[in-house]
């Protein structure tokens, strides 16, 4: 179990076949987006694969313009802190594709497995903290542009950033 | 020999027209203003007033390697300033760069620019300082080059080469506005001065007028029409803006030399005149540079911070920097906020010469409009120590703009921001004199070795 646990991990870090197959389809994705989209073909891509990270991620978070970079970053990280992410994620591609889920609500509002559940929540906590991990096993991965800034980005600068002397109005006539 | 000194001597001080109207003092209160804004274009204040408390009073310390170089004190006092010139003193302080003593003014006073203002502006200026000033009883620092750099009458011979002794006046072909715009931009504010390359004696370059130059750290850009190397592609609202505050949206923004020309000078400028300089900036012969692309339209809004945020080993240090320094002001993806300009899209970045970039963040930006004071901090020698950036980094994080928001053909190395932090501990407003000056010492040394090629010669 321990020697299969570490090489699970070693995997991760090295990737094995099986394990990276999504996210080396994807990465492709990337590069061929990245022409693609210099051309003008922007959307369509990463739909083929039902246990597609971003395809899934896009379903939990509810959006269609998440990063593919960071989705591959995120993919891997949650797969060096769970071993069996790959797996799960697989299950969790599945059971989204079956049941023809187009949101996170509904999807949560069927009746899911503690264990898949689990899994939603682990990928909607790294795209919104940035963070995959607890404690001293947290490893950032965004910061700015971790989706809980988004919303208010119009107006607030994500902390540490500096929105310009007078961002907040004029000084007060004191 | 010592008769051509001689000669040499006596030729700058023929007469100037006797000005007829010294005796109407203490002038009108129109005349006043007018002499006001006459000053106000001549950026008089820039280099003369060392202290806001103190206007004109001088004293403005210029750090050279030869020595220290003051400002003088213009204000009316007897003792220490222009109190005792009468108006054919001031003229010739002003356009010829000689004193009632006959010594010579080096042209870090921009006089061979100013040797071009009309009598009837001359007057107002001499009315205005002698009435409107106050008197400030200070003598600042005495200005002591070493030998053979304190020989001031070397200037005679530059000024017989290159003052132009001429007034100015409108042309037939030239509009009305075109003249006043060419008043302002070669005299009054002698924006030649800085954008004007200077040849071997530090002479302007003839053919090359607002061409750009080299200005110790900085570089002043082409701002002729040319539309690669010039600002052709400028809007005439994006011209008008940079002068009045500094800022062109999406283009540029006036730092170092220029921060203070606007600071002082052109943001009070009423707007027919900002738009007469522009009419006659459009109409000045185009100057031909290196350019492929217009330095305004380069780069994009983007970067790193997807791939490389959080990771510990084998980060670019250019990005690193990038990332844990500018971007807190000029924002994650380069692309800035309110008052933080974007890095693309941005003059600096797609510059031809990476002297401005790497200027900018070594001695920061720092500008008062409007009672509003624009800041970048500098991260050179000046910053507070936890601030500074070594040469290592900041080479790697010049770079990484230039690559990634910028004209990606530009290359900094460390020895070029080690050349340019000791350039720019000069006081950037009088950064021109020092390339003047060493014009100036060529020529001394080229008459010292004639004179003793003919010593030699006698022997």
Known sequence: MIRLSKSLTRSSVMPERRVMLGRRSMLLGCGVAGLLGAAGYSSVLYASDQTDFLKVSSILTGKDDLDPTLAARYEASLTRHQADFPKRLNILGHIIAQGSYKDVESLFASSLMPSDRETAMSIISAWYLGVVGEADQAELIAFSDALMYQPCTDVLVVPSYGAGPLAWGEKPPV | MKRIATLLAVLPLMPIAAAAWAADMPGSSDLIEKGRQVAVAADCAACHTA??????????????????????????????????????????????????????????????????????????????????????????????????????????????????????????????????????????????????????????????????????????????????????????????????????????????????????????????????????????????????????????????????????????????????????????????????????????????????????????????????????????????????????????????VFKQYGNPSMHVSASDVAKERNRGSLASSMQKFLSILGGVFALVVIVGLFALLLRRKRA
């Open chain 2, 51 to 400: 202290s806001e408390g103190r206007p004109f009073a001088g004293g403005y310390p210029l750090q050279t390697p030869l020595g220290t170089i003051y400002s003088t004190n213009i204000t009316p006092s007897v003792k220490n300033g222009i109190g005792a010139y009468d108006e054919a003193a001031f003229a010739r302080a002003v356009r010829e760069g000689v004193k009632p003593d006959g010594t010579h003014l080096y042209p870090a006073m921009p006089y061979p620019a100013y040797s071009g203002i009309t009598d009837a502006d001359l007057h107002a200026l001499y009315v205005y300082f002698k009435s409107a000033v106050a008197p400030e009883d200070v003598s600042p620092p005495k200005t002591d080059l070493g030998f053979p750099f304190n020989i001031r009458a070397s200037m005679i011979l530059w000024n017989m080469l290159y003052l132009p002794y001429q007034r100015f006046a409108p042309t037939a072909e030239e509009t009305p506005q075109i003249a006043r715009g060419r008043y302002l931009v070669d005299t009054l504010e002698h924006c030649g001065t800085c954008h004007t390359p200077r040849g071997l004696m530090m002479g302007p370059q003839s053919g090359k007028d607002l061409g750009g130059a080299q200005l110790g750290a900085w570089v002043a850009p082409n701002i002729t029409p040319d539309l690669l190397s010039g600002i052709g592609t400028w809007s005439d609202e994006a011209l008008a803006s940079y002068l009045k505050t500094g800022v062109a949206a999406h283009l540029a923004q006036a730092a170092g030399p220029m921060g203070e020309v606007v600071e002082h000078s052109t943001q009070y400028l009423p707007d027919g005149d900002i738009q007469a300089m522009i009419a006659y900036l459009r109409h000045v012969p185009s100057v031909k540079g290196q350019a492929v692309h217009p330095r305004s339209e380069y780069g994009a809004q983007g970067g790193d911070e997807a791939s490389l945020r959080g990771l510990t080993s084998n980060v670019d240090l250019g990005w690193k920097t990038f990332s844990g320094v500018c971007a807190t002001c000029h924002q994650v993806s380069g692309q800035g906020r309110n008052q933080y300009p974007a890095l693309f899209h941005n003059t600096v970045t797609g510059a031809d010469s990476p002297d401005n970039l790497v200027a900018t963040i070594l001695f920061g930006v720092r500008r008062t409009v409007d009672g509003q004071t624009h800041y970048m901090p500098g991260f050179g020698d000046a910053a507070a120590w936890t601030d500074q950036l070594s040469d290592a980094q900041i080479t790697a994080v010049a770079n990484y």
